[in-house]
Structure formats: C-alpha cells, structure tokens
C-alpha cells in the first residue's frame, strides 16, 4: 500500500522561513515530487528528487532521504502570494502517488 | 506553449446522469493523467495513458467510469451514471515521457457537482 504523511495546515509570517515535512510508506520508490496548488488552480511542479540530500531552486528547497523516508520542502523568505497547498508526490512503479497536501498560510 | 486544456471548467449534474469531460495535452506529450482530487485531499490517479494504450488503471472505478484515447492525442472521461461520491475536480495531466521522472503538467481541472 501507499501511505504519505504531511501536516494539514501551516502558519508563518511573510519573510520568514518554513518547513513542509513529508514521510512516506510506499510498495517501490522512483522519486518524490513537490507540488503548489493555489485554491481553486490546478498543481504545478516545484521540485523533483531522486536521491537523497538538498536541491535548492530559488527560494525553495527540496530534501530527501530514501532510507528514512522522509522529504521537506524549505520556503525561504516568505510572500503572500506563497498562501497556497503544498503536496508532496511519490512516484511508485508508474503511479503519482499524491499526499492530502499541507495548506500554508503567510501572514503579514 | 500552450497548456493542457480541458472543458468543461464546471459541470453540475444530478445523480444518475451521465457526464463526459474532455483534455487535450501537451503537443507531443506521449503520457495523459487523469486525477480524481476531493476538496481537502490530494489528487488520486484514475487512470495513465501512455500514447493510447493503458498503463495503470487499476483505481479507476470501472462499473461507472471509462476513458479513451483513442488517437494517442486528446482523451475523454465519462461517467455513466453519477453518484453523489462523484463530486470532485477531475484534473487531466501530461508528460513527455513515461511519467516515472517526468514533469506532469496540470490542466485547469473540471469541477464536478453531482446534486
């Protein structure tokens, strides 16, 4: 079976930093995704890792490490508009395997 | 580039009817998604083509659901007929390759209301 733990709701204040944490239990492992999902809009690609350690793009950063199955999503200097659902996505056999997502609230 | 499209973007349909929804990838994207996401969850595969033969079916509802692709190129979901449960956004996604490492991009969704 496929088990994908993130928290459901964050809360951090513009300019700061925060940290999604995403663990999985999956039947095979082929790389874990980051999404944003803005309310009401479809998902879109924030970061893919396959092997294990940090992967920076800009303000986000992607962690993985395989043998604790374990990912976060870093978010640094924090804007309004970063208000959104962050899912994390694994990718098992030929399937996307998707976790309930973490809503993240940036606050003035 | 353009996106994926889908349409209808909203669809309110009573119980027991029947509803088609329509995505047209990615130009040149061999692998189709369609995802079922319930409000407050993350999206759940129904169903992977990969030009137009299927890959992974296996959590698609098949008593009431079924979907084609049946020139490699756009696809069509129905849902013959439909059950309160049934109330979702249907997202359709496309990827260059086999999907395992690929990007999946995400069309705007279908936003179904079964009354």
């Known amino acids: 079976g496929q088990n994908i733990d993130q928290p459901t709701e964050m809360t951090a204040t513009e300019g700061a930093i925060v940290q999604i944490n995403c663990t999985y239990q999956?039947?095979?492992?082929?790389?874990l995704f980051w999404y944003q999902q803005h309310a009401g809009e479809a998902p879109t690609f924030l970061s893919y890792?396959?092997?294990?350690g940090l992967e920076e793009k800009g303000r986000f950063s992607s962690f993985l490490s395989r043998s604790k199955g374990y990912s976060y999503l870093l978010l640094k200097e924090l804007q309004m508009k970063d208000s959104a659902s962050y899912l994390c996505?694994?990718?098992?056999?030929?399937?996307?395997?998707f976790g309930k997502g973490t809503s993240l609230l940036v606050t003035p | 580039e353009a996106g994926v499209a889908q349409s209808p973007r909203y669809k309110i349909i009573e119980k027991r009817q029947s509803v088609a929804f329509w995505c047209n990838p990615i130009?040149?994207?061999?692998?189709l998604y369609w995802y079922q996401q319930i409000l407050g969850q993350g999206p759940k595969l129904l169903i992977q083509?990969?030009?137009?033969?299927?890959?992974?079916d296996s959590q698609l509802p098949k008593d009431r659901f079924s979907a084609e692709r049946l020139k490699g190129v756009d696809s069509t979901l129905k849902i013959q007929p439909a059950k309160l449960e049934d109330s979702a956004v249907y997202l359709c996604?496309?990827?260059?390759?086999?999907?395992?490492?690929?990007?999946?991009?995400f069309g705007p969704g279908t936003r179904l209301t079964v009354t």
């Open positions: 996505a694994v990718v098992s056999g030929y399937a996307l395997n």
């Open positions: 890792n396959v092997l294990d």
């Open positions: 083509f990969q030009n137009n033969g299927v890959v992974d």
């Open positions: 130009s040149g994207h061999a692998t």
């Open positions: 999956t039947s095979g492992f082929n790389g």
């Open positions: 996604a496309s990827s260059l390759g086999g999907g395992q490492t690929g990007e999946q991009y």
